[in-house]
């Protein structure tokens, strides 16, 4: 290894010959012409005078050209380091490559996992010299406000760059060097530009800077060779190059270097070997010839020792050494490292700032593919160990999955190795779903660490496993795989429950895990437990979704009617719609028993027509209708018996209300079915209170919540097997049947005919009703099933009578069951303590709610007039009811004797019917399917009258 000064005419010769596209010059004549001119070329290095001396004297143009454009060349291929800059630079204008999920994702999965951190300083960093543009750190020469440039290091030898700055007072060569190094923010690039500014000013022969690293707090605190024997000719990549080929690491307080960094204080040697400091060790491997030494600490703002700079050889006039360097030589060397030290203090900053920035962006794409992938447990996994072990550059990575069962016990094992990453060793789809390896791990597993890690939350850095009393040697035994230092640390999950262990194990570049190891890794175990638990909780969507397809099949097998029964109804004979009185406005269900509604309904959709026009199969629809007539439970009044009595209304009105020009057949069937389902499966509760006992439907539906759970459980039984009644319509007939079905049945819901009836109202009023208008008939049809859900108020008065004690009993069920289970006043209508007030009540929803629609229905369509007569009647005797109570209030306030007057009242409103006392039971609070008026202000359905009571075992 030669370490002479090279000259500029020895570097262009040789230069020259290497660029020869491989091909020396010399191989052109002769071995005797070869060796003169080697011969030539170092007494040529060696005097580097004589060769500026000769070139400028005997050099032609074109000599002179062939120079520059050799030099242009191998400029070109500095520029990724060192460009000049046309505008002084800042931090902010200092261009950063980002990391964006195309870094990460265009190379494949061994660019992208690759090592993307560097390691500066035996410290993983993640960002890259290469990567990093130089303009930030150029110097600014164009700019300077100086009338001497700044240094020309390009085409000047060393001792004509001496002599330029020479040609300066002191004052303004250190003005000048100091500019030199005031841009720069790559450390790198400037410690290299220091040390050769030191080299200048001393007029060393070589230069070396060593960081200070580790805590100073804990006392753990070491030295790093940053660059190496710098020279003013010597390029940055040369520097790094000789750092590298010495000791990672150079102890606090011993050596030379050591001893500087430690007290504070320089270090001046004139023979280096009579120090018993000075390790002649670097000279026998270097072979170079270390004289004298100058150690000087490098310091921060603060005074704080940062660095340690050391000059080496002081050189005299043509290459001849001195024995020392002198008190000005200490002076001046001083005096720039105080400039350095700051500038360097600063740089740092700037570098960790980017370092944080590229870690934040780092994090950001693990993130993003964790969230992105959550469909595996062991992809997400995989990938976690693979971006970790990339980034944190161990030998080993593992997560340990604890088992729900057994606490401290691990039930899967994950591994990645570095070798993994090898070129063809395993592919991308190979790594990405590899299974755990929970039976044969590929690396032992050292259980007295993980298991303490997992139950007691505590993070392990272990720089020695075998000094470590909790680690185990003989899981090694047997492998080939030896445990230096281990870093272990918790997973958890959002409710911060442990939830696993992961794991590294060896550093590949021998060193110790770090703090920022641990900062990075703990970043890391947060994402893999999240990963983890929404996989997890995914994985569980998932079961639970087939746990629930698993139940809708046993449900509709239990809820759709026996093949034997539908069997033995399409045998029985239908009667006809006379012998039912179907067509009649004032239809009483009473005498029916449950076998006759089914046959009546039957009759309902054979009359109009449906199984023909529909190709509806006879023994499906008998199937559907005993199916649907079993999906509604034995509640008060929201039963089958309810259903039924609006499906006759509404049949009613199909067929005697001259409809024809105004629905289609499709509408027609649409709503027939769905007065049919409009309640199926109800509960005996209304809406508000499915949301205050937070049930599970009102955690389905936000609104309209037991209407569109009838529509749910309607569809279910459309779509089971042998209750099929759609299935011979066309794609968009079904769709079509469906949405009107849909809207048919979120109809009954009150809180939606408040928001409708004014568009229907409006157009009626303003005689701009156009029946060909598909949405005047969206308007009509839920008009026309709101008229039905509540045309019980139409019936006969005995009717009514009976339909309202059955809703009032209802009604008071739910409110007992507020009382009971949610701690809740009810509403009066709902609060059994209140019933004295439901005559009152009863007009109040027959102003609000009845007449309006039944009004507006009769204007827009005549033929639905006797509706609006029969709730008008019963209207008036609500109305008598509620002022009798008056009476009686104000009697019993008075003191007077009221005995017989609720007898003759009530005989005066039933016309002879048998008297009912209002002590024990209410009189009637008449049909109020609807009724919610929430605390909230909003309007909801309570409940639903119907056309018909419930038969006599039904009543309460």
Known sequence: MRRGITGPAGAGLTGYRRRKGGVSMAAEVDQATRREYESMERWLDEHPHFTMDYFT???????????????????????????????P??????????????????????????????TVDGTPSFIDP????????????????????????????????????????????MLQLVRDISNDLDVNLLCHKILQNVSILTNADRCSLFLVKGNKETGERYLICKLFDVNIHSTLEEAESQAAGQESRFPWGMGIVGYTAATGEKVNLANAYEDTRFNSGIDLQTGYKTLSILSMPLRDKDGEVIGVAQVVNKCGGYGKRTEAFNEHDEKIFESYMAFCGVRLHNASLYEQSQLEVRRNQVLLELSRLILAEQSSLSGIINKVLMHTQSLLQCERCQVLLLDDTSKGMFSQVFECAASDFEENNMNQEDLL????????????????ITSHVALTGETLNIPDAYKDERFD????????????CILCMPIRNSTRDIIGVMQLVNKVDDTIFSKHDEHLFEAFAIFCGMGIHNTQMYEKVVKAMAKQRVALE??????????????????????????????????????????????????????????????????????????????????????????????????????????????DDLEGLALLLACLCHDLDHRGTNNSFQMKSNHPLAQLYSTSTMERHHFDQCVMILTSEGTELLSSMSKDDYAKCLD??????LSTDLALYFKWRGGFFSIVDRNEADWSNKDHRKLLRSMMMTACDVAAITKPWPVQQRVAQLVASEFFEQGDLEKEQLKIQPMDMM????????????????????????????????????????????????????????????????????????????????????????????????????????????????GAGGCCPERPTCAS
């Open 433 to 448: 779903n590899r299974e755990s390896s929970s039976k044969t791990p590929r690396f032992p597993i050292n259980i007295k």
């Open 89 to 118: 630079s800042s931090g902010a204008q200092t261009p950063v490559r980002r990391v964006s999920s195309s870094d990460l994702e265009s190379r494949g999965l061994f660019g992208s996992y690759r090592p993307i951190l560097t």
């Open 554 to 663: 046993c449900l509709s097998y239990h809820a759709v009617a026996s093949e034997e029964e539908a069997d033995r109804l399409t045998k029985q004979a239908i009667p006809s719609s006379d012998w039912y009185h179907l067509l009649r406005w004032e239809f009483d269900d009473l005498g029916l028993q449950d076998e006759d509604t089914l046959k009546a309904s039957i009759r309902m959709f054979m009359d109009m027509d449906y199984l023909r026009k529909f190709s509806i199969n006879y023994k499906s629809l008998c199937r559907w209708m005993l199916s649907v007539r079993k999906n509604y439970r034995n509640v008060t009044y929201h039963n089958w018996r309810h259903a039924f009595n609006v499906a006759q209304m509404m049949f009613t009105m199909l067929k005697t209300a001259s409809m024809d020009g105004l629905l």
């Open 57 to 87: 004297r005997k050099a032609t143009r074109e000599m002179v050209n062939a120079w520059l454009f050799s030099q242009a060349l191998s400029q070109t291929t500095m520029t990724t380091r060192e460009t000049v800059a046309s505008a």
């Open 473 to 484: 040697p003989s899981v090694e035994e047997g492998s080939e795989n030896r445990t230096r």
């Open 831 to 942: 609060n059994r303590e209140k019933k004295d007030k439901l005559p009152e009540m009863q007009v109040d929803f027959i102003d609000a709610i009845c007449v309006p629609v039944y009004k507006y229905l009769a204007k827009a369509i005549p033929s639905l007039h006797p509706m609006l007569k029969g709730c008008e009647d019963n209207r008036q005797n609500w109305q008598q009811l509620a002022e009798g109570r008056k009476e009686q209030d104000a009697a019993k306030t008075a003191g007077k004797e009221v005995d017989g007057i609720e007898g003759e009242d009530a005989g005066k409103v039933t016309n002879g019917e048998k008297e009912e006392s209002t002590e024990e039971e209410p009189a009637a609070i008449g049909d109020s399917p609807s009724r919610i008026m929430l605390e909230t202000g909003e309007e909801e359905r309570n």
């Open 740 to 745: 009107i079905m849909e809207h048919a049945i």
């Open 130 to 173: 290469q990567t990093i543009t130089r303009a930030a750190t150029s110097t600014t020469a164009t700019t300077t406000p100086s009338s001497v440039s700044t240094p020309r290091r390009g085409g000047l030898s060393t001792s004509q760059l001496r002599q330029e700055l020479r040609a300066l007072d002191e004052r303004e060569m």
